[in-house]
C-alpha cells in the first residue's frame, strides 16, 4: 500500500521523498487520533491485591465510539501489569468484527450488536464469543457552537435531513423560520455501528452528499468548522469538544419532550431514541490466555467508574450482575443474547434481550436500544 | 627510489592487465547491476499488470458500465451500500484532483519558477547559501504535516477570509499541495536554468543586456524543455499527492468549479475505500482499482507529454 502517492522519479536533491513516504505511510496508519482519556489514578479494586506478573499482547479493535472507554481501561491496566501490551484500535464496529472473525483480535468493541451475518461467519470461522455490555452512550446529535436557530429536533425532523428520500438542501427546508443556507451534512462512515444505529433509528438509510468520515475526530473538526453544519457521532466525542459543538435535544417520541443527552437522561431512556449500550465482543478461544483473563476481568472491574470518565453512562447494577455472571463463566454464556436459535434478529428492547424478559421489569427500562427492525 | 617497497610482480614483469580474478568479479558485479535494472523494469510492470486484473474486476461487473463510469458525475461507492443503486462515474473525483492540482500549480509554478530564476541568475553566494538549505528542508517535510497544516491553519485562515469555506476544501488542500511540490519546481527548474552555459550570458553582456534581460529573454528560453518538465513533474507529484488530501480536502465527492467545496480526490477515495468497511472480493472495493488505473493512465500520459516537450524544446550547447 503505497501512500507515499506521487513518488514518481526523484532527483539528487529530492532524496527526502522516500523517507516521506515511509513517514507519512507510518502516520497514516496511526492517524486515527483519539480523545485523550482522562483517566485520574484509580482506586479499582484489582491495584490492592498483589497480582502475578503477566506478559503478553492483547489486540483490541472496533467501534470509534468505544474506543475512549478500552483506551482508559488500557491505560490504567498498564500500571498494574506493565508487561502486558494493548493496542486499541477505532477501525469501526463492521471492521472489529471482521477483524474478530479473522481472529486477528482478541476483543472487538462494538456500538451496536452483533448483526445475524456477522455471528454466521464467526460461527463459520469457527470463533465463539462472548458479548459483554460496557456502558451506555447517548448518540448525539451536534451542531456548530454559533447555530441559534436549532432548539430541538423531532425525529421526523432528523428523517428530512438525512434519510435517503430527503429531498432538503437548505436549513429552511426543515423550518421555514431557521437561515436559508444550505445544510453541511456530516455523518460516521458506513462502516461505523453508530451509522447503523442511525439508520435503524430513522428506519431506513442515509442519504447520498453526506460527508462520511470513520474517524470521529474528523468530524468533530468539519462540524466546528462551519456554522451551517450538523452531524453525529458517540457522546464522548462531544464531551471532548463542548466548547465548540452544541448538543440538540432530540424530542423524545413517547412523551414529547425535548432532552439532551446528559447523564441521568440517558441512563433512565429519556434520551431516547438515541440511548443505545455499547458492547465488547470477546474471542472466547484468547480467554485461554492469563493476561486476557486478567484484561477482561480488569475492564469489567474498572468499567463502571472509567466510561463516567470518558463521558459514557454507567449500565443499571442488575445488567452489571449479569455481566459479571457472563464473565465469571465464559462456557455458559457464549453467544450473542440479540440473536435467536436460528440466528436471527429478536425483537425487544436491550434489557428485556440482555436480561431475560422476567428480569426485565423489575429495571426501569432503557427500551428502544436494541429494537429490531431491519439492521444493516 | 624505491626504498624497499616491493613492487607487484605483475608490474615488474609489465603485465598491465587485468587479473583473471578481477575480470570474474566484475563480471558478477555488472550482472548484479543489470539485475537490479531489470528489477526495476520488472517491478513497474508487475505493478501495471496487478492494477489491470483489479480494475478487470471492477469493469467487467454487471453493474459498471464504462460509458457511466467515464462521463457520469455521480460518484457514490462509499455512501450507497445497494450495489444496483451505486453510481461509478468518475467525475466528482476527477474533478475534485483537477480542483486541488489547479490550485496547487496556481502557486508552485509561478513561485517556483520565480524562486529558481532568481537563484540562479540573482543571487549572491550567500543569499544562495541559506535559500537553497531552507528550500530542501521545505521539501523534507513529511506531507502528513502539510495536512494538518491545511486543516488547523489554512482552512480557519480562509473561512476568516469569507465564511463560505467549507472546513474541508479544496483550495486548502490546493496551497498545501503548492507549497508541498514548490520546492520540486524550483529545484529542477534551477538545475535546468543554471545548465545554460556562462557564454550566453557573457553575450549578453556584451551587447549591453542586463541581468533581467539575459534571465528572461536568453536564459529562460534556453532552458524552457527543463523548466516546463520540471512543471509536469509537478503537476504528476500533485496529481498523485494522497495525505494532503486525505486529512484537508474533505470526503465528499463533488462535480463542481466551485474551490470552496469538499472535494475529494481520486487518492483520497482510495484512502477512504480502504478505511471503510467494504471488503475485498466487493464491487464497490475493486472501484478503487478502477479509479487507480484512471489516475496511472493520467499520469502516464502526463510523463509522455514530458518527454515529448523536452524533445521538441531541447537546446543543445556545447
Known amino acids: 500500500m503505497a501512500f507515499s502517492g506521487g513518488c514518481i522519479r526523484f532527483s539528487a536533491q529530492f532524496r527526502y521523498f522516500p523517507i516521506m513516504g515511509v513517514l507519512c505511510f507510518f502516520t497514516l496508519v496511526g492517524c486515527g487520533g483519539q480523545p485523550s482519556a482522562e483517566t485520574k489514578k484509580g482506586n479499582g479494586a484489582a491495584d490492592k491485591a498483589p497480582v502475578p506478573a503477566l506478559r503478553g499482547n492483547i489486540q483490541v479493535d472496533g467501534s470509534s465510539t468505544v474506543r475512549p472507554i478500552g483506551e482508559a481501561v488500557a491505560k490504567r491496566y498498564a500500571e498494574v501489569q506493565s508487561q502486558v501490551q494493548v493496542d486499541v484500535g477505532g477501525r469501526g464496529t463492521g471492521n472489529g468484527f471482521k477483524r474478530l472473525i479473522a481472529k486477528e483480535i482478541d476483543f472487538s468493541q462494538a456500538s451496536r450488536p452483533v448483526t445475524p451475518n456477522e455471528a454466521k461467519l464467526l460461527k463459520e470461522a469457527g470463533v465463539e464469543f462472548l458479548e459483554v455490555p460496557v456502558a451506555y452512550d447517548g448518540l448525539t446529535i451536534v451542531v456548530h457552537s454559533a447555530n441559534d436557530w436549532v432548539k430541538e429536533l423531532t425525529v421526523e425532523q432528523l428523517k428530512k435531513i438525512y434519510a435517503e428520500d430527503a429531498t432538503a438542501q437548505n436549513w429552511s427546508d426543515i423550518d421555514p423560520s431557521w437561515p436559508n443556507e444550505p445544510m453541511k451534512l456530516f455523518a460516521p462512515g458506513t462502516g461505523s455501528g453508530t451509522y447503523d444505529y442511525f439508520c435503524e433509528v430513522i428506519g431506513g438509510k442515509l442519504r447520498t452528499g453526506i460527508s462520511l468520515n470513520e474517524d470521529d475526530n474528523a468530524l468533530v473538526t468539519g462540524v466546528s468548522g462551519n456554522q451551517y453544519s450538523i452531524g453525529f457521532f458517540g457522546v464522548a466525542y462531544f464531551e471532548e469538544n463542548r466548547s465548540k459543538l452544541r448538543a440538540i435535544p432530540i424530542v423524545n417520541p413517547k412523551t414529547g419532550v425535548a432532552v439532551l443527552p446528559e447523564r441521568e437522561a440517558i441512563e433512565k431512556n429519556d434520551y431516547s431514541p438515541f440511548s443505545r449500550p455499547l458492547f465488547v465482543y470477546v474471542n472466547r478461544q484468547s480467554l485461554d490466555r492469563a493476561e486476557v483473563r486478567s484484561f477482561l476481568k480488569y475492564y469489567i472491574e474498572s468499567a463502571p467508574e472509567l466510561v463516567q470518565n470518558v463521558g459514557y453512562v454507567k449500565l443499571p447494577s442488575d445488567v452489571w450482575t449479569k455481566v459479571n455472571e457472563i464473565v465469571a463463566n465464559p462456557q455458559a454464556n457464549l453467544g450473542s443474547r440479540f440473536l435467536n436459535a436460528n440466528g436471527e434478529k429478536k425483537e425487544g428492547s436491550f434489557l428485556e434481550l440482555f436480561l431475560g424478559q422476567s428480569d426485565a421489569a423489575k429495571s426501569e427500562a432503557p427500551a428502544g436500544a436494541a429494537t429490531g427492525q431491519e439492521g444493516q | ?318
Not at chain 2, 478487470?56 to 457511466?68: C, D, G, K, R
Not at chain 2, 517535510?141 to 491553519?153: E, M, N, Q, R, S
Not at chain 2, 475505500?273 to 500520459?301: H, N, P, R
Open chain 2, 1 to 318: 627510489m624505491n626504498r624497499g617497497l616491493p613492487i607487484p610482480s605483475a608490474l615488474e614483469q609489465k603485465r598491465y592487465r587485468p587479473t583473471g580474478s578481477a575480470r570474474r568479479s566484475e563480471r558478477v558485479v555488472v550482472a548484479l547491476l543489470m539485475a537490479c535494472a531489470l528489477g526495476t523494469i520488472a517491478l513497474s510492470v508487475l505493478i501495471v499488470l496487478m492494477l489491470l486484473r483489479e480494475s478487470w474486476s471492477f469493469f467487467s461487473s454487471p453493474n459498471v458500465s464504462l460509458t457511466q463510469f467515464l462521463f457520469g458525475t455521480r460518484w457514490t461507492a462509499l455512501e450507497v451500500r445497494d450495489l444496483e443503486k451505486v453510481e461509478f462515474g468518475i467525475w466528482p473525483l476527477l474533478s475534485g484532483t483537477l480542483r486541488v492540482t489547479g490550485i496547487a500549480m496556481l502557486i508552485a509554478w509561478p513561485m517556483g519558477l520565480i524562486t529558481a530564476i532568481y537563484l540562479s541568475e540573482f543571487a549572491s553566494n550567500r543569499v544562495r547559501k541559506i535559500l537553497k538549505p531552507s528550500l530542501e528542508i521545505l521539501a523534507g517535510i513529511p506531507t502528513v504535516v502539510f495536512g494538518y497544516f491545511a486543516v488547523l491553519l489554512i482552512s480557519p485562515g480562509l473561512q476568516w477570509f469569507s465564511p463560505s469555506f467549507d472546513t474541508f476544501n479544496a483550495t486548502s488542500a490546493g496551497i498545501a499541495v503548492g507549497i508541498l511540490c514548490l520546492p520540486l519546481v524550483c529545484s529542477l527548474a534551477e538545475d535546468a536554468l543554471s545548465a545554460v552555459p556562462t557564454s550566453l550570458r557573457e553575450a549578453v553582456y556584451s551587447l549591453g543586456g542586463t541581468r533581467m534581460n539575459t534571465a528572461l529573454n536568453v536564459v529562460l528560453p534556453s532552458a524552457l524543455s527543463g523548466v516546463i518538465s520540471a512543471m509536469l513533474l509537478a503537476f504528476s507529484r500533485a496529481l498523485g499527492e494522497t495525505m494532503v488530501v486525505a486529512l484537508a480536502a474533505g470526503t465528499l465527492a463533488t462535480f463542481t468549479l466551485d474551490p470552496r467545496q469538499q472535494s475529494q480526490t481520486m487518492t483520497g477515495f482510495i484512502v477512504e475505500m480502504l478505511k471503510s468497511d467494504l471488503e475485498y472480493g466487493t464491487v464497490q472495493y475493486y472501484s478503487l482499482f478502477g479509479v487507480a488505473l484512471a489516475l496511472f493512465v493520467i499520469t502516464f500520459v502526463m510523463t509522455l507529454l514530458g518527454q515529448l516537450i523536452r524533445r521538441r524544446y531541447r537546446e543543445v550547447y556545447q
